[in-house]
């Protein structure tokens, strides 16, 4: 597949105040893949997440989100994208299926709820509250709601944090099938193992910069050409695989 | 990929749907629309007034010189009327709103003065209390002159016909006026509140959705919810409590806009609250510092006339003061909304107000 780039940003420029929390970053994102932003907390990932998803205005610097501008194109923009915000909650005293009704009048379109909560396995909490949910199913519900509009992006800010592993990889396949059908997915994570498996290509951001842009598989290649060795030597499983087989890779709620 | 243009009318209707469903499952939503009101009404409909005024009316030929008129300026209970022409005073004693009309006159002849009173059957129970206060004074006057001699004043009494005026039709429109401030006041403060705290909001401005459908749709909702608390109220009041509704179905509607009405200027008040609140624990303090005041001063419980002067004054600049006393007129002497304009312009100059400080401090995120 040719690389078209569906989401290019150049030399973005984001400052609150005196405080410059992005620096100049430019990249682009190909569509069809699963875009990785990594970095530690402050590095300026949500902050480039949210100027991109036109909830922030951005300082200086250039946007192209699907062929249309950030500046003049904010409600084309939302219309194409589905963003998950990090820790947002969603309206009180709702159950579910009237959640994903008012997010269907939000973007305008006739989705029914049940369409909606099958595609991220949740039709039979269709009548419990959100706050009802346990971490894992908080997180698909979120994302159900950032499909109903049929982006051609969606925007997953650290979806996997504080999930157990049968949930965090239950949200892989999940995230998986999702840019099987042709969406393209930018997320942030602090898990490089996530990365690793879940990622086409990965951008490192620190200190309100990009320091590096590539597959998971060549920054690795590239790291081990250079002398690196892991100081233990590496098994052909690890202890969350253990985790995995002595617990049981089925559905869990927890 | 989206055939269809994007609807606004479609997304306030959804948040409008959206925010109805979540006031009718929110507990303190119901409980201060409606049940708050509706016990207050039950207590105070079964105690009667506490604050009593009577109004009297004084004729213009009325003597205001000799004791009996000096006497009766002493009782603390009794509020003499003096600026109104024979006219207005006479509708006004059919009406109720006066108690009764005096006129005492000074004789030539023994007995010196001659009380003529009028008593309104409109509002039998404060006539009664004048006519107390008048047989004691009766009582001291001719006690005072010389034994077996002709009495000072005699006493002349008739009772003009009105409608009665029973205690609910004041406590009512009051306690509707408390509802619809409490639920404009403390939902709106509160949900705009909470939904940018949770980041709700933010979530919101991810989807095409303008900002002003959030806004509308919400209103809505809460007007829909206070409307058909405010006909709950009404209807309850009139069926079991005998409220006055003069015109029927024509005096509830009017009503309803009245509450309307009211419930926008007072969302006002909860949009600026939203803003300034830092977290939810201190839109109650907040909420208190505007709802209070109105509760205690704007004749919800007690008429305005009871007060002294100087708490008149603030009274009479408080919206609610207005809107109660425009939710009497309509009820029970039966005016329509044109007859209620100086209200209306005085709750007009308060939306300005309101709206123009809310659009400075409300916030988004």
Known sequence: ?254 | MNPKPYSNTKATLAIAKASFRSILRSPSAVVFTLAFPLIFIVVFANIGGGGVKVDVGVAKTCDTIGPVYQALKHVNVVNFIRDQSEEDMKNNLSKGTIDAIIDIKKNAARPAYTVNVQYTKASGEKGNILRSVLSNIYYNINNGAQVNSPPQAEIRETTVSGREYKYIDFILPGQLGFSILSSGVFGTAFVFLSLRLTLVIKRFFATPVKRSSIVLGEAIARIAFSLLGALFIILVGHYLFGFTLVHGVVTVLNMLVLSAMGLIIFMGFGFIISGIAKNESTVPPLSNIITMPQFLLSGTFFSVSAFPKWLQYISNALPLTHLNNAMRKVAFEGAGLGDVTHQLLILLIWFVIVYAVAVKTFKWE
């Open chain 1, 1 to 254: 597949m040719a690389k078209q780039p569906i989401i290019t940003v150049k030399n973005l420029v984001k400052n609150y105040g005196d405080f410059a929390a992005v620096k100049g970053i430019s990249f682009e994102v190909y569509e069809g893949e699963i875009f990785g932003l990594l970095g530690p907390n402050g590095a300026g990932k949500t902050t480039t997440l949210e100027v991109i998803e036109t909830l922030r205005e951005k300082t200086s610097g250039e946007i192209t989100v699907d062929g249309f501008n950030i500046e003049t194109d904010k409600n084309s923009i939302k219309q194409r994208i589905g963003v998950q915000l990090q820790a947002a909650g969603y309206y009180p005293n709702l159950n579910l299926s009237e959640l994903i009704d008012l997010f269907s009048g939000l973007y305008g379109i006739d989705k029914t709820p049940m369409e909606m909560l099958e595609k991220v396995a949740l039709t039979d909490k269709a009548k419990a509250k959100y706050k009802d949910l346990s971490g894992g199913q908080k997180q698909r519900f979120s994302i159900a709601t950032t499909l109903i509009n049929n982006p051609r992006i969606i925007f997953l800010d650290e979806p996997t944090t504080g999930l157990d592993p049968q949930a965090r990889r239950n949200l892989w396949d999940l995230i998986r099938e999702i840019r099987d059908q042709g969406t393209t997915v930018v997320i942030t994570t602090h898990y490089m193992d996530e990365a690793e498996v879940l990622c086409d290509r990965v951008a490192f951001v620190d200190g309100g910069h990009i320091i590096g842009i590539d597959t998971p598989d060549h920054f690795i290649d590239q790291l081990v050409a250079s002398g690196f060795e892991r100081k233990k030597e590496v098994k052909l499983a690890n202890l969350e695989d253990v985790f995995i087989n002595l617990t049981g890779k089925e559905w869990r709620e927890g």
